[in-house]
């Protein structure tokens, strides 16, 4: 039981779990924004999970294997960026149906 | 490399190096004056080259070209119906913009058909047969009208089927050889032997039946033959229809023999044969009765070779490639002449008349003609028994239908104002028609063993002559028949096929709700995680 | 510490779920924010300091501005596509548990003792002259990855240009609300003096502790972003050469370098061992500014005004 | 059993070349500006391409791998790329079809009124080359990260490429395109974790020795390979692609259903191949095989619905895709013969690289005559070859090769299926393989009536198009065509670099 409660152990079962939530969040929500917000609590736990593996790789010298947390680190900023551009479509699209209202039909025209 | 071989492979590439030269625009504009001389090089093989295979190109390209006496046979009488055929479309096409581009898809018809005749290799067959397949539809659709569409659409259809069935018979049978791209003959030897033999052997006779139009695989012919243009319709029914011949000859076992499937063959030429008379004799229009008889010789050949892989006797392939020449020498100068025909009129009507005459009735096997002469070289094959009796019956039908089509040119010819053909559209008319009479006079010591007096002898006559008589009664009790003329429609069991459109479209459209419904979010996700789980649980489990 | 562990991850839990829950999207972000702070602190608790202040800066700092904003200007006519129905939502909800145990599973499978490159990681750690080993992974084990993902962020970026309407294109982005609340304004003028110096702290002592160029980097975007939200100085045009230029020049410099490795090193990314530390020192440098530069421009979106010719 | 490790070989360098090239062009590019965007993306064309024949003919010549070990860090610390002969295969490939691509979008770029450097050109460029390199950093990765930044940095080259004409159904596209991609990946990199936790390294040549049948495994390779099914949109995850592929300009989604889906496939590929231990790969491969066919009839159907040209190439692309699906339980190897030994997975291998080119050209067909006639609606194309012969033509023989009608890349490679079927017995798959080419006859057929029927009221085109522009789309159906003269088994290009891994296969 004690094994469990080890941060190597313990945070990654919490990152298995944000990763269910992550996943129900991004299929069932009907916001889109939300969905994108899903996507990084996903993400989240994918990170805490390889936190975990740094965590049980603590060696002599060292609290925690630095691989995986430099992953992290990178994993990171490509999720942001991700969310960024998911973002900027979705806003683009909030305007693009605004405007499709007040002039229909000009979209149609072209290919 | 052999002169003779060097022939052989003119006969092959001369054609299709003229269609690749139509990619230049100033050929294409003249390309119509060569498709008379495009199939000569094969003529000249046909006569010229002696039996043999001759090897081009080193390994992974290697091409085999086969010359074997039904190649030579069927080679020869083709290569000279396509250019008499040529000739004609030649002269008839002459004012017709669209002549260049129909002129392509000949010349690539006619190398794919001729090539078949003689190429002695797996993947080169295959090749060859698709590109006379597919190069057809360019032929049959030719004039555009809605007819001609819907026979193309129904024709490529099939033919993709037919491809698809041939090449997994191709693979099934060179599977196991350890030549990439085998020999006909030396993968056909270990045939036999295989475990897939049943299976292979199936899956050929669909796909070739498909091509000459078996039953029930003959839908597209009698919409096809006649929706081409005349020079076409000769060709397609004189030549192209042979592919299926040449592919049986070639590919089934005839040294070992195959009993089953022998009578599978015997069956549905039969029906094929009885059931082409008696849909053709229903038929209003004379295109469209030639192009049911054309079925119903392929039946007639479908029982050819039906016997020969019953008993095992190899001499058959020459035999049918006998009957085959003779039937496609006098399908192609039929459908010439009906051509002829509608463009003449007064005095010469009747002298034409009378060889179209001769023509049709060759082929229910009229005394002293290449009909009478190619049932008599396959008469032995057939013994005394049943088959004997119902090869006879059956051309006493050939001759009831063919009794049926003058009839109807007659009707047709029948206000025809005085007048007379081209004379570049009579001429290969009457070469065809010549060399109907000719070939297979000349060809009969060579593949029956007999002599050519034993025809003239009276006992002979008398065997060809009765089946006709048989049949002209015949055509006296059915030409009284009440609303006897369009009461099947062309095409016969397409139009079963056109009543399950409703529930083709219904399965399709259920198909695009399926994927309507896979497309929305939530199910795509649902999927996605199901599929993990799956594809986890299950390496999980063996882990 | 087993029982604080337990009360965060707790709450961690609490807090993802109730973002999921939640019906109001506002409360839900806010929620979402709170969540990334204190995912921060897991990361202290897994030994991550770096990870933490990453995870800090960007998870609750900028992606915070990002989703707050796009909740404002979603406002009303956010996007409502495909609800799932009742039981699609209870087969997805057992399918993703069904993820999670596999996960959990495999979390309590792994093998012991646990592989790691720590060792591996120290033996080689002096060859770059640094002290912090996951400045050495990102700058120098795995410099590819790195270098990749510079790219990774300004191919988002200009992805997110690349939405500007076709006359806005080349345009500066406009991030100034309507009206500049009072607190707003107050902390554009205050913040960013402290903001630049944590960063360039961090920056500089990111080789040897924790820290780094993205954490630095990220920090100076925030600054720069709350001073042009503030209104006090206006967005740049995305064809400023100048822009231009610090986006560019991180991972021009990092290639340059890298390609100077063929002639001077064991290859490509290869440091010469004597000039390790200044050139990634160097590369850092330039780096901090990309990235920075890159993560304000991300969160400022495509051109809303046309590009002054 | 001596551990393998990778080591530098002569001309490992051109492997960092091959990923790193363009995207110093997309920092040139964005250093310099807009304006500038055409030339340098021109110049690396011609660098790319060379870097890519070099690389082949290396692996020729040496007939080995090439090999480079990044910062001259070993792995599992630091990094390694590897090309072996199916590399070197994408790597050409993929050059060929970009190059071809790009030369068709700058003429047609050159046809718009605008100068250079408009929004929609200039992200055209950056994104085709980020493209390139990452297809090209997907293709020689032997790092599971290295792989997830490459995947991702492909994702986001791809998804502006999908939007690029700013309407609300593009962008409606890219953002779905975007999400499910993005789902995908992140299943992949939690599965790239689980691998690192339980045995300490990414790297998939220390993999193919390491992997055992443990939990940690199976589930990392379930992730893995669901998230890459995802990216690949096989049939039933394809709800992304028909849209995005069909709403992209036209040589955008050349690239995207040329080059764009087969990255993920490749990595399934790799990791069904490498990674996992046998018995597990052949349980795998037989769910792939059931996806791949029921991809192939069910989005051929789906195809033969279409009424819009582009959305027909599109659901065919998903179609096409399941060929190579089928490949895992027909390359399963044996105790003497490895699954690269194996004709089927030659097959595979031909059918990848024969439908790329020959999907690339028939997007692009399918763009020149949407300029030229303003829309893509099948049933008012008739006639249109007369209109435009070149792109008919380039229809046509690209055609071919999906219905696998010979002679054609696509003709062989469903031929090596076949025979691989038949020698396995497996009938089902069989008539999987011969249906997927009647229906893709049918489809391919259909546009083919179309371009050659002589309607009543002649079909004219809107606007003019110059000859340069058709016959980009006509050089990669003809190159579709050629790939089935290459003498492929005697020559043995796609087993380089692959028998050092029989150790994985030994029993």
Not at chain 1, 55 to 83: H, K
Not at chain 3, 133 to 160: C, N, Q, S, W, Y
Not at chain 4, 383 to 402: E, K, N, Y
Not at chain 4, 492 to 497: A, H, V
Request: proline fraction near 6%; aromatic fraction near 8%.
């Amino acid at each position: 039981m004690m094994a469990v409660l080890q941060p190597g152990v313990l945070f990654g079962l919490c990152g298995a779990a944000l990763v269910g939530i992550g996943l129900f969040a991004v299929i069932t929500h009907p916001g889109l924004l939300r969905r994108i917000v899903g996507c990084n609590i996903l993400g989240a736990g994918i990170f805490l999970v390889f936190g975990a593996v740094a965590r049980r790789g603590a060696g002599p010298g060292f609290d925690a294997d630095p691989v995986p947390q430099a992953l992290v680190i990178t994993g990171i900023v490509v999720a942001f960026s991700a969310s960024a551009l998911a973002v900027a479509l979705l806003k683009r699209l909030a305007e693009l149906t605004v405007d499709d209202r007040a002039a229909p039909d000009e979209s149609r025209s072209g290919l | 490399m052999s002169s003779a071989g060097l022939l052989l492979a003119a006969a092959l590439f001369f054609p299709l190096v003229l269609a690749i030269c139509c990619l230049s625009a100033r050929f294409r504009a003249r390309v119509l004056a060569v498709v008379v001389i495009a199939p000569l090089p094969a003529l000249a093989a046909a006569v010229l080259v002696p039996e043999g295979r001759f090897a081009f190109f080193p390994a992974p390209f290697r091409l085999t070209l086969v010359l074997d006496q039904p190649g030579a046979i069927l080679l020869g009488g083709a290569a000279l119906l396509w250019s008499a055929a040529g000739a004609y479309a030649a002269s008839l096409m002459a004012r017709d913009p669209a002549a260049p581009r129909f002129a392509i898809w000949w010349l690539l018809t006619l190398t794919g058909s001729l090539g078949l005749f003689i190429v002695g290799d797996v993947v080169n067959f295959y090749l060859l047969f698709t590109l006379a397949s597919l190069a057809a539809y360019g032929l049959i659709v030719h004039e555009q009208s809605a007819s001609a569409h819907r026979a193309g659409v129904i024709y490529v259809g099939l033919a993709l089927l037919g491809e698809a069935f041939l090449l997994i018979a191709l693979v099934m049978l060179s599977a196991m050889h350890p030549d990439a791209n085998p020999q006909i003959r030396s993968v056909v030897a270990e045939l036999p032997a295989s475990p897939m033999r049943d299976g292979t052997l199936a899956l050929f006779i669909i796909g070739f039946a498909l091509k000459m139009g078996l039953v029930p695989l003959h839908v597209w012919l009698p919409l096809a033959h006649p929706a081409a243009p005349t020079p076409a319709s000769a060709v397609l029914s004189g030549v192209v229809v042979k592919a299926g011949v040449i592919g049986l000859i070639r590919f089934l076992p005839f040294e070992a023999g195959a009993p089953l499937w022998g009578s599978v063959l015997i069956g549905v030429g039969l029906v094929t044969a009885y059931s082409g008379v008696i849909v053709g004799i229903t038929q209003p229009r004379a295109k469209t009765v030639l192009a049911y008889s054309t079925m119903s010789q392929m039946g007639l050949l479908a029982v050819l070779l039906g016997v020969g892989l019953d008993t095992a006797d190899p001499a058959v392939t020459n035999l049918t490639a006998y009957y085959a020449v003779h039937h496609m020498l006098v399908k192609g100068a039929l459908f010439l002449g009906v051509g002829i025909l509608a463009t003449t009129g007064g005095r010469r009507l009747r002298l034409a008349l009378l060889l179209t005459a001769v023509l049709a009735l060759s082929l229910g096997g009229m005394p002293l003609t290449s009909g009478a002469l190619a049932k008599l070289a396959t008469k032995p094959l057939f013994g005394y028994g049943w088959l004997a009796g119902a090869m006879t019956l059956a051309g006493a039908g050939s001759t009831a239908l063919m009794l049926h089509f003058l009839l109807i040119l007659r009707r047709d010819t029948a206000g025809n104002t005085a007048g007379s053909p081209a004379l570049w559209q009579l001429l290969p008319w009457l070469v065809v028609a010549a060399a109907a009479f000719l070939i297979p006079w000349s060809l009969y010591p060579a593949v029956s063993g007999e002599t050519v007096s034993g025809l003239l002898h009276p006992e002979a006559l008398w065997k060809v002559t009765w089946p006709m008589l048989l049949g002209a009664v015949a055509m006296l009790f059915v030409h009284r028949l009440p609303q006897r003329l369009g009461a099947i429609p062309e095409g016969d069991i397409i139009v079963l096929a056109q009543a399950a459109q409703p529930v083709a479209r219904r399965f399709s459209d259920r198909i695009g709700g399926i994927d309507a419904h896979f497309r929305r979010w939530p199910v795509a996700g649902f999927v996605l995680i199901a599929l993990a789980i799956l594809l986890g649980g299950v390496l999980m489990l063996q882990a | 510490m087993a029982l604080f562990d337990l009360a965060l991850v707790a709450l961690l839990l609490m807090l993802a779920l109730r973002v999921v829950v939640e019906p109001d999207e506002r409360s839900a972000i806010i929620t979402f924010l709170a969540f990334g702070l204190l995912l921060g602190l897991a990361w202290v608790r897994l030994a991550a300091p770096d990870v933490a202040l990453t995870e800090i800066a960007i998870g609750g700092g900028v992606t915070g501005i990002l989703l707050l904003r796009a909740e404002a200007a979603l406002r009303g006519r956010g996007k409502q596509a495909e609800p799932a129905t009742r039981t699609g939502k209870l087969a997805v909800a057992a399918g993703s548990a069904a993820i999670s145990a596999g996960l959990g599973f495999a979390v309590l499978t792994f093998s012991t003792p646990a592989p790691t490159l720590a060792p591996a990681a120290a033996q080689a750690l002096p060859a770059t002259g640094l002290g912090n080993p996951v400045t050495a992974v990102l700058l120098a084990f795995r410099a590819l990855d790195t270098l990749l993902e510079k790219v990774v962020v300004l191919l988002a970026l200009i992805g997110v240009w690349s939405l500007a309407p076709d006359a806005l294109w080349g345009g500066a982005p406009d991030l100034k609300p309507a009206a500049v609340p009072g607190p707003l304004a107050y902390l554009g003028r205050v913040l960013p003096p402290f903001g630049v110096v944590i960063g360039v702290y961090m920056f500089w002592v990111g080789a040897d502790a924790p820290g780094g160029t993205f954490q630095a980097g990220t920090v100076l975007a925030a600054m720069w972003l709350l001073v042009m939200m503030a209104g006090l100085h206006p967005p740049p045009d995305t064809t400023r050469w100048l822009l231009r230029l610090v986006l560019a020049g991180g991972p021009i410099l990092f290639l340059a370098i890298a390609f100077l490795g063929f002639a001077f090193a064991d290859g490509f990314l290869a440091y010469p061992k004597a000039l390790a530390k200044p050139l990634i020192l160097a590369i850092e440098a330039a780096l901090t500014l990309s990235v920075a530069a890159a993560l304000a421009m991300l969160v400022a979106g495509p051109a809303r005004k046309a590009p002054a010719r | 059993m001596t551990p393998l490790v990778h080591a530098t070989t002569p001309g490992g360098f051109l492997l960092v070349l091959a990923t790193i090239l363009p995207v110093c062009a997309v920092l040139a590019i964005l250093a310099s500006g807009p304006r500038s965007a055409a030339r340098i993306a021109l110049a690396t064309f011609a660098a790319g391409l060379a870097v890519a024949i070099a690389i082949a003919t290396e692996l020729i010549s040496s007939g080995k791998a090439l090999s480079y070990v990044v910062g001259a860090w070993q792995p599992p610390l630091g990094i390694a790329l590897r090309a072996d002969g199916l590399s070197g295969a994408m790597l050409v490939m993929t050059a060929l079809v970009v190059v071809a691509v790009g030369l068709f979008a700058h003429i047609q770029h050159g046809l718009q009124t605008d100068a250079g450097g408009g929004r929609a050109q200039t992200t055209f460029w950056v994104m085709l080359l980020a493209l390139w390199s990452a297809l090209n950093a997907v293709f020689v990765g032997e790092d599971l990260f290295n792989l997830y930044v490459a995947l991702e940095l492909l994702t986001f080259a791809a998804v502006p490429l999908v939007c690029l004409d700013g309407r609300a159904e593009t962008v409606t596209a890219a953002l779905r395109y975007l999400l499910f991609a993005l789902i995908g990946s992140l299943l992949y990199l939690l599965g790239a974790g689980l691998i690192y936790g339980q045995y300490g390294t990414l790297d998939l040549l220390a993999l193919a020795q390491l992997a055992r049948q443990d939990p940690a495994l199976a589930v990392a390779l379930a992730l893995m390979i669901v998230g890459l099914l995802a990216k690949a949109a096989l049939f039933p995850l394809h709800l992304w692609l028909p849209p995005a592929h069909a709403g992209a300009p036209a040589p955008a989604s050349a690239v995207l259903s040329a080059l764009v889906i087969k990255a993920p496939v490749f990595l399934i590929l790799r990791l069904v191949l490498d990674v996992a231990p046998p018995q597990a790969a052949a349980i795998a491969g037989q769910m792939l095989a059931v996806l791949g066919a029921a991809s192939i009839l069910f989005c051929s159907v789906m195809a033969l619905r279409q009424a819009r040209l582009k959305l027909m190439i599109a659901y065919s692309t998903v179609a096409q895709i399941g060929y190579l699906f089928i490949v895992f339980p027909l390359a399963a190897g044996s105790a003497d013969l490895p699954p690269w030994g194996t004709i089927a997975w030659t097959g595979g291998a031909l059918q990848l690289v024969s439908h790329a080119l020959a999907k690339a050209a028939m997007f692009l067909a399918a763009g020149v005559i949407a300029e030229a006639f303003g829309h893509d609606r099948i049933a008012d194309l008739g006639g249109f070859g007369r209109v435009l012969p070149i792109s008919a033509a380039a229809f046509g023989l690209a055609g071919l090769s999906l219905m696998g009608i010979p002679p054609s890349g696509g003709f062989v490679a469903k031929c090596l299926l076949l025979t691989a079927a038949v020698i396995q017995g497996n009938p089902w798959l069989a008539a999987t393989i011969l249906a997927g080419g009647v229906l893709a006859g049918a489809y391919v057929f259909r546009v083919i009536d179309k371009a050659l029927a002589v309607p009543t009221v002649p079909i004219v085109a809107r606007r003019a198009v110059p000859r340069r522009l058709e016959c980009a789309a006509l050089a990669l159906a003809i190159a579709a065509v050629l790939i089935g003269f290459v003498p492929l088994r005697p020559f043995g290009f796609l087993q380089i670099g692959r028998d050092g891994l029989n150790l994985a296969w030994a029993p």
